[in-house]
């Protein structure tokens, strides 16, 4: 799978976690956007479609660019990411 890359990724506002593979090859605000609409469709409307959404690491607070890649981001296998 080298053209994906596992993360961990946190969701405060629903207090989940979730382990799962993201494309490395696909701008993060598509993530972002399907990872969106996927917890929406999984909480039964619990978590809502939003536009305000971002993918921040979970080391450093930093947020990433969602302009960019995971790639060019630097997310890598086992990156812990917190949705916000």
């Known amino acids: 799978m080298k053209n994906k890359v596992c993360v961990d990724l ?15 090859n ?11 609409k996927s917890l929406n469709e999984m909480t039964s409307g619990s978590f809502p479609i939003r536009n305000d959404l971002t ?12 302009s960019k890649t995971c790639l060019e981001n630097g997310i890598l296998n086992e990156t812990k990411l917190i949705l916000l």
């Open 55 to 66: 993918l921040i690491d979970a080391d450093t607070g930093i947020a990433y660019d969602l």
């Open 26 to 36: 696909k701008k993060c605000l598509e993530i972002v956007y399907l990872l969106n």
């Open 10 to 24: 946190i969701v405060p506002s629903i207090e989940q976690r979730y382990n799962l593979f993201l494309p490395v």
